[in-house]
């Protein structure tokens, strides 16, 4: 199947840092790609849909301006974490799907952020 | 979105089949079910997608009814490995992306 990438695997920042994260799609182009949060024994929550060329879409209690989205070209997304605080501190997954309909998506191997 | 409900959790014996029932009442004509699966620590992994009646691969096998309000997905013989939670979707495309929401999952834990 398709591959997407994320790096790091796992970050550890101080509080009031900013932290990026990529996603990569590493064998197709993906115009839209997903960023996911997940607590620990909690399911993950759709924090953004990152489109490619414009603006990233945010689900509702998501602050743009603490998590920014830049998705640059076709196989690239990055998301930032600005000022990170310890509730910050989570697993950050994020998807892809290749552009033709009804397809999977595919997920990356989930970056875990620890702000101390 | 189609809401999704699964049972929370599942206990099984190494060797048997599991099956894994989902309800998705307010499924659409257009929309699709498909189940992930995820390991601690890891992104969920595609397992299985379908549309209607029976789908197989080499991993599991997905049972939909006719009207398609619910889905088995089976996992002929686990292994400890199988230890993960399954996630069941249902979603349509929508401007030519499909906007994956997960539910709570189901927490399989296979015994030695």
């Known amino acids: 199947g398709a591959v997407v990438s994320q790096h790091p695997s796992w970050v550890i920042c101080k509080s009031g840092t900013s932290v990026k994260i990529e996603c990569r799609s590493l064998?197709?182009?993906?115009?839209?790609m997903f960023w996911y949060r997940q607590f620990p024994k909690q399911s993950l929550m759709l924090m953004a849909t990152?489109?490619?060329?414009?603006?990233?879409?945010?689900e509702q209690g998501v602050e743009k301006d603490k998590f920014l989205i830049n998705h640059a070209s076709l196989t690239l997304s990055t998301l930032t974490v600005t000022s990170a605080h310890p509730e910050d501190s989570s697993f950050y997954i994020c998807?892809?799907?290749?552009?033709?309909?009804?397809?999977?998506?595919?997920f990356g191997q989930g970056t875990r952020l620890t702000v101390v | 979105l189609a809401k999704t409900t699964q049972p929370i959790s599942m206990d099984s014996y190494e060797g048997q089949e599991v099956n894994i029932t989902c309800s998705h009442n307010?499924?659409?004509?257009?929309?699709?079910i498909t189940w992930y699966q995820q390991f601690p620590s890891q992104g969920p992994r595609f397992i299985i997608q379908?549309?209607?009646t029976k789908v197989t691969n080499e991993v599991a096998s997905l049972f939909i009814p006719a009207d398609r309000k619910s889905s088995t997905l089976s996992l002929p013989r686990v292994s400890l490995s199988d230890t993960a939670v399954y996630y069941c979707?249902?979603?349509?495309?929508?401007?030519?992306?499909?906007?994956?929401?997960f539910g709570i999952g189901t927490k399989l834990q296979v015994i030695p």
């Open positions: 990152s489109n490619e060329g414009s603006k990233a879409t945010y």
């Open positions: 998807s892809a799907r290749p552009g033709h309909l009804n397809t999977e998506a595919f």
């Open positions: 064998d197709f182009q993906a115009t839209t």
């Open positions: 379908g549309y209607k």
């Open positions: 307010n499924i659409a004509t257009n929309d699709y």
């Open positions: 979707l249902v979603g349509r495309d929508s401007g030519g992306y499909q906007k994956v929401t």
